[in-house]
């Protein structure tokens, strides 16, 4: 019998999120690997989401592909970003990469920083691979 070995959903992106990276990818003036994503402390609230272009990926950089884009996830943030979409929406005033993040708690006033927990793993949604 197989043992049973659990993969988390750390980060996906909606339609919008993909679609707008491929297009600051396809604009870029410098060759990139990946859209790296990550967490730092700081900001009002707590927390803050990072995001920089990379031209080369660590070895302990949480590799994901979804529709097309290649991200990389900070290991450091890995406990913090489980189960969270990655949307891009713009409205009036605005337009920018928004995280819908099930462990977020709180958030500031502004919007630039926000109360982060690590996941809890009853809580995360996985799949199982049969591994040999």
């Known amino acids: 019998m197989a043992n049973a070995k659990l ?12 679609n707008r990276v491929r297009d600051i990818l396809a604009n870029s003036e410098r060759p990139v690997s990946a859209l790296k994503i990550g967490v730092k402390n700081g900001g009002c609230a707590g927390m803050s989401y990072t995001m920089d272009w ?6 302990y950089d949480e590799v994901i592909e979804d529709q097309g884009v290649r991200l ?9 970003l489980i189960g969270t ?18 462990n977020q708690t709180s958030a500031c006033g502004c919007g ?15 799949t199982s691979h049969p591994t040999a």
Do not use: H
């Not at 990379?54 to 070895?59: A, E, K, L, N």
């Not at 979409?85 to 099930?102: A, C, E, H, L, V």
């Open 7 to 18: 993969q988390f959903k750390v980060l996906t992106l909606s339609e919008a999120a993909a």
């Open 85 to 102: 979409q990655m949307d891009f929406r713009t409205d009036k005033m605005s337009s920018g990469f928004i995280f819908n993040n099930p």
């Open 72 to 80: 990389v996830i900070d290991p450091k943030a890995i406990m913090f």
């Open 54 to 59: 990379v031209d080369r990926i660590g070895p």
């Open 112 to 126: 630039e920083s926000v109360a982060l927990e690590p996941a809890k793993l009853e809580n995360v949604e996985s």
